[in-house]
């Protein structure tokens, strides 16, 4: 059980993989008004940067489960870096069906609601693990502008225009879910570069040292056509934003 490692070798150097930065982070941390000992679950916590940032930063306690075994001992090493070992704990484990083992006051999946089949999917598996009155977090793409076209979309790493929608209609399900969206913090242009462009020198240096890998075509082919069609395609067009929500 694990990701294949094509993601780990374009994320490699990734502290965050998605494209919210550590600063983004750090604001959505201050609005959520955390108080010190609340308890966080988060799914598919990847390198654990936000748990352990929020730990450190605002004294919350919490387990991060994901499927990476390279990101979940680089979220090991990182909660030792930031001397918060003893606050959280990262399992290696699949995310899908994960229920705490009590309620939680912040139930989290960034990124990653395939998770539960879907946003509505991911929302129902979180609340299985928050307690009445916790926050919700779900981060999610969404359209910046519709694409022209379906190649567009699939330029912007969707299957199809209708896998995403515009802002306000996705604000617009998590309300019928039941939810108020009670905060947000959107990635921009720079962040996303952040996430996008910083793959690419990790590709390169892994090319450099295994040309004989059997990913190494691969790894070739992505390097080579990546950063155009990033320029053309998702950074026009895909937004990604964390939204925070409480049940009514």
């Given amino acids: ?13 990734h502290r965050i993989h998605n494209p919210m930065t550590a600063h983004k982070f750090a604001v959505l941390g201050e609005a959520l008004r955390l108080a010190p000992g609340s308890r966080m679950l988060d799914l598919a916590s990847g390198s654990g940067e936000m748990l352990c940032t929020w730990a450190r930063d605002h004294g919350i306690t919490g387990t991060g489960v994901d499927i990476s075994t390279v990101f979940t001992e680089q979220a090991r090493a990182r909660a030792a870096e930031l001397g918060v070992s003893d606050s959280v704990e990262f399992v290696h484990g699949d995310a899908v069906g994960h229920v705490a083992d009590r ?42 502008r519709t694409p022209p076209d379906e190649q ?13 929608a515009p802002l306000p209609e996705l604000i617009d399900t998590f309300q019928q879910l039941g939810y108020d969206v009670v905060e947000m913090v959107l990635a921009d242009q720079d962040s996303w570069d952040r996430y996008a462009a910083a793959q690419w020198l990790s590709m390169r240096r892994w090319l450099d040292r295994n040309p004989h890998d059997e990913l190494a075509p691969r790894v070739r082919e992505e390097l080579t056509t990546e950063p155009a069609r990033y320029a053309a395609s998702t950074r026009e067009y895909l937004g990604w934003g964390v939204f925070a929500l409480m049940k009514r």
Avoid: K, Q
């Fill in 1 to 13: 059980m694990d990701l294949p490692r094509i993601f780990t070798i374009r994320e490699s150097h």
């Fill in 103 to 144: 309620p939680v006051d912040i139930a989290a999946c960034i990124g990653a609601t395939w998770i539960g089949n879907g946003v509505a999917g991911t929302v129902e598996l979180l609340d299985r693990s928050l307690r009445p009155g916790g926050l919700m977090l779900i981060g999610e793409p969404y359209w910046r």
């Fill in 152 to 164: 567009t979309a699939r330029d912007s790493h969707a299957t199809a225009i209708s896998d995403f």
